[in-house]
């Protein structure tokens, strides 16, 4: 088992800045793959980012060159540093663990609101 909680999410105008971070226990955090998704109203849950037990790193298009997904392994914690934030980036992000080439693994966080205002 593998629990997960989400944090630093909020509101923020367009070309600004968020990071969140995802807090993980349980299973051992640094053999696992983790990532994040996003689901916007109306719209799927879709891929963002993801970075292997190995630090390596993968992004869907939409975010390459804005955001950043990073591990601390000591502190059992993922981040995802966005910049240039757009409107079109508003969602629910969850953070997710067992990510294989972009499709979610068996664990989930309750997810954190990210609003981008025009």
């Known amino acids: 088992q593998v629990q997960l909680v989400e944090s630093g999410g909020g509101l923020v105008q367009a070309g600004g800045s968020l990071r969140l971070s995802c807090a993980a226990s349980g299973r051992t955090f640094r053999n696992i793959a983790m990532g994040w998704f996003r689901q916007a109203p109306g719209k799927e849950r879709e891929f963002v980012a993801a970075?292997?037990?190995?630090?390596?790193?993968y992004y869907t298009d939409s975010v390459k060159g804005r955001f950043t997904i990073s591990r601390d392994n000591a502190k059992n914690t993922v981040y995802l540093q966005m910049n240039s934030l757009k409107p079109e980036d508003t969602a629910v992000y969850y953070c997710?663990?067992?990510?294989?080439?972009?499709?979610?693994?068996?664990?989930w966080g309750q997810g954190t609101q990210v609003t981008v205002s025009s």
């Open positions: 997710n663990a067992g990510v294989v080439a972009g499709k979610s693994g068996d664990y």
């Open positions: 970075i292997s037990w190995s630090a390596f790193t």
